[in-house]
């Protein structure tokens, strides 16, 4: 059995999309740009609040990103008072974590969104108690893909990388727990789905909640 199971946020264990498109489509309004749909959003989001900016400038028709700074300021604001908004787990999550918890794996959550609105929606969705650790994007830690802060977290739980279970949506989780030496699952449910990911050359992903478990206690999918 695994000691640790880390996880992604956004697309992994809540459905955040509405979210981060209405933040960024209101944000997009302040300074006077147009907005951007949802499946841009969807396409755009995994690196970070900068990245998203940057992309949604420039899919906007900002190209020299002239407005980059105002955007940022404007979507950080924006975004800490909406980042819970009409957000809910994914089918299954909660079971799932809780018999994790049950059966003594260490539970944490590490995301690229900015670590402030990563612990306050992880906070207000799953309560107190039930992570060890959340972690959102701060400043001296390297993003992911960068292994470093996945690793970090695995180590102050007491596991070894082979110990631990890296589990996200994206091509940009595919590379974290890769380069972290974890075992990599990538859940079909989230941002990117299972065509795209099977293209990035997933070799574990999942359906279901209930895979996540059978995989922590030693099954294999």
Known sequence: ???????????????TLDSLAY????????????????????????????????KTLRACG?????????????????????????????????????????RGIRLAVLSNKPDRQAVHVVSAIFGEGLFDQVHGQREGVPRKPDPAAVLQIASELGAAPEETIYVGDSEVDLATGTAAGMKTVLVSWGFRGREALTRDGAECIVDSAEEILNIAEGGCV
């Open 23 to 54: 933040s960024v489509n209101e944000t997009m309004k302040e300074i006077g740009l147009p907005g951007i749909t949802e499946e841009q959003c969807r396409m755009f989001v995994g690196n970070g609040a900068k990245v998203l900016i940057e």
């Open 1 to 15: 059995m695994y000691k640790a199971c880390i996880f992604d946020l956004d697309g992994t264990l809540t459905d």
């Open 62 to 102: 900002d190209e020299s990103l002239e407005h980059f700074e105002e955007a940022m300021s404007a979507y950080l604001r924006i975004f800490d008072e909406n980042c819970t908004y009409h957000v809910v787990p994914y089918r299954g999550v909660q079971s799932l974590l809780e018999n994790l918890k049950k």
